[in-house]
């Protein structure tokens, strides 16, 4: 096993191993040769948990069969405008004649988390100048295939610019589950009060859709309500089904607040300890300092009160997502160009400078170099 054979390269126990994301596909999650079956062999009590961004993705791509054929006649437009070098050309300078904030269209990747949300987004603010480029240079037919989709479009553009932003949300090399399962809860109020607002006709948190309402005068359809709010059903249902573990998980109140903890409701093992940390004015200071996420992870914190936190530590050291990972990739695609292919990044470490958050500290660095005099040549009687 590859992992364990770097671990004993390392010297690293595998019992350190507390927690592991992954992407959810068959070779990681299988029962039997899985990578977690394995890993739970070596290790039992494991934590393992489906990477939370690639769930959120999974639930973004859910979508009724209207809302998909629109995304598709989408998706064909921009590939006729794009594809073409000589197109693409023609429809930059119509949008420069046209006066457009943009000036050309994004293309939709399926494995980038955001980008059919921007593409969406691009395709409604350029709509006007893609049909007429449409109808004057290449296809009538698809000109008006698009114009049909036009409240789709403003939907569609609208509803993933706000999965676009809880993606972010649940982005980041240091969150954790606390504050994932804050970010889906809330995500899940706010598509109760679309799917009211919608089923009102008031679309007041949908931007798109309302300015195109207000400036054709009602243009959106009975019908048309009936599917948005049955997109924004289905991704409520798909949300609570798939992110299940995370609204249920129990957060103990002395860990979001552990100043304001009635000790009588600890576990009476944990009571005296308790009294002295929340006697403590040092801990109180950097408590309020730094917040409880930062508090937990300071050093003098966690060996004075050891067994106070124990029973917590798993929510603020497990990294529910892989997004260390896919920055990591990331990274590895802009350093091994094509000039560069050959590049060893791990051992000359560069992808280790890329991916650390520590800044050097240069005032000591350049202090501990003798800097090189100038030269003055010196001339002498002969």
């Known amino acids: 096993m590859v992992v364990k054979q770097f671990c004993e390269e390392k010297n690293i126990p595998m019992g350190n191993i507390i927690a592991c994301a992954t992407d959810g596909a068959p070779s990681m999650i299988g029962r039997h040769r899985g990578f977690i079956a394995h890993l739970k062999r070596a290790v039992p009590k494991v934590f393992s948990i489906h990477c939370v961004i690639h769930r959120q993705d999974l639930i973004a791509k859910h979508l009724a069969p209207n809302l998909h054929q629109s995304l598709q006649i989408v998706i064909t437009a921009t590939n006729k405008i794009k594809k ?30 955001l980008s059919k949300g921007n593409c969406l987004k691009r395709f409604h603010q350029l709509f006007d100048s893609i049909v007429q480029f449409l109808v004057e240079e290449y296809d009538s037919t698809l000109a008006e295939m698009v ?24 982005q980041g090399n240091n969150t954790i589950l606390i504050q994932e399962k804050g970010v889906v809860l809330l995500f899940l109020s706010k598509l109760t009060l679309f799917r009211q607002n919608t089923a009102r006709r008031e679309f007041g948190q949908l931007p798109c859709l309302s300015e195109l309402d207000m400036a054709n005068n009602n243009i959106i359809r009975d019908d048309n309500i009936h599917i948005y709010c049955s997109h924004v059903d289905s991704l409520s249902e798909d949300l609570l089904i798939r992110f299940k573990d ?16 009635n000790i009588e409701t600890l576990d009476p093992q944990f009571q005296e300890e308790f009294i002295d940390f929340q006697k403590d004015i040092e801990c109180n200071a950097i408590f309020t300092q730094c917040g409880y996420s930062a508090f937990r992870m300071r050093k003098e914190v966690s060996e004075r009160y050891s ?55 240069e005032a000591k660095l350049a202090k501990s170099h003798q800097s090189q005099g100038s030269y003055v040549p010196t001339y002498t009687d002969t």
């Not at 789709?152 to 993606?167: G, Q, R, S, T």
């Not at 990591?328 to 791990?346: D, E, W, Y």
């Open 147 to 170: 114009k049909m989709i036009r409240t789709d479009v403003a939907y569609l553009a609208d509803i993933f610019e706000k999965l676009n932003i809880v993606n972010k949300q649940l």
């Open 84 to 113: 073409n070098s000589l197109n693409d050309r023609i429809f930059q300078q119509l949008c420069e004649n046209n006066d457009e904030d943009y000036k050309r269209l994004l293309l939709h990747t399926e494995v980038r988390w």
């Open 246 to 261: 995370l609204t249920e998980l129990v957060i103990p109140n002395f860990v979001i607040n552990p100043f304001r903890t």
């Open 307 to 361: 067994h106070n936190f124990q029973t917590e530590k798993l929510m603020f050291v497990a990294l529910s997502s892989s997004y260390l990972v896919e920055k990591g990739f990331s990274t590895v695609v802009n350093l091994l160009t094509k000039q560069r292919n050959r590049l060893v990044i791990a051992t000359r470490g560069d992808l280790r400078l890329f991916l650390t958050q520590l800044e050097p500290d």
